[in-house]
């Protein structure tokens, strides 16, 4: 279905507010892929806050001027499907991965983080990040660590002197009887 000019505005007025707030964008073929399929792989999508659209490149192109995807803009040929990351970096990379590998008809051809145009292949380096959960884990591990590491060694110098048994009567053999 063709879109009249004002369709067009709006389409690329959604994507230009999407791609400002977006941290990763991978853009996709998808031809031969079914309807089941892409609707599983939409529901899927909303889920993981991850905005999925399948639009013209040069709808596409003049939405991303001027944000941080603008470097994608020679790279967009060919019918494709457009995965925006909103609200972690990995999101859009683990979906479109998920998603290729039961259907062979869902190829990535461009990946784009923070400015940089980035080669199909790093779909798996973005589908790798850990999600805002895994790293709230890591950070709250690393911040833990060094408190763990001084009660360890604390208690290392405890039981090379003997044990807390042993300062506990010290106190009292000093005095004098």
């Known amino acids: 279905m063709a879109l009249n ?5 709006e389409v690329v007025a959604e994507l230009t507010e999407v791609a400002a707030k977006a941290h990763s964008l991978i853009a996709a073929e998808y031809a031969g892929t079914t309807v089941s399929q892409m609707t599983a792989m ?3 999508a909303r889920e993981s806050g991850v905005f999925l659209k399948v639009v ?4 596409a192109a003049r939405a991303v001027e001027g944000s ?6 020679d790279a967009l040929v060919g019918p494709l499907l457009y995965a925006f990351s909103l609200e972690e970096p990995g999101a859009a990379g683990r979906l479109i991965k998920e998603f290729a ?6 190829i990535p051809k461009v990946v ?3 400015g940089k145009l980035l080669p199909a292949a790093h779909v798996d380096v973005l589908a790798s990040l850990p999600t805002r959960e895994e790293a709230l884990a890591m950070l709250a591990r690393v911040l833990s660590e060094p408190a763990a590491m001084f009660a360890r060694a604390v208690k290392a110098v405890a039981d090379q002197q003997g044990g807390g048994e042993v300062a506990a009567e010290a106190p009292a053999e000093a005095e004098p009887a």
């Open 5 to 9: 000019l004002s369709q067009k505005k």
């Open 42 to 44: 939409r529901k899927k």
């Open 56 to 59: 013209k490149n040069t709808l």
């Open 68 to 73: 941080d995807f603008a470097v994608v803009k």
């Open 101 to 106: 590998k039961t259907n062979d008809k869902l």
């Open 112 to 114: 784009s983080v923070e």
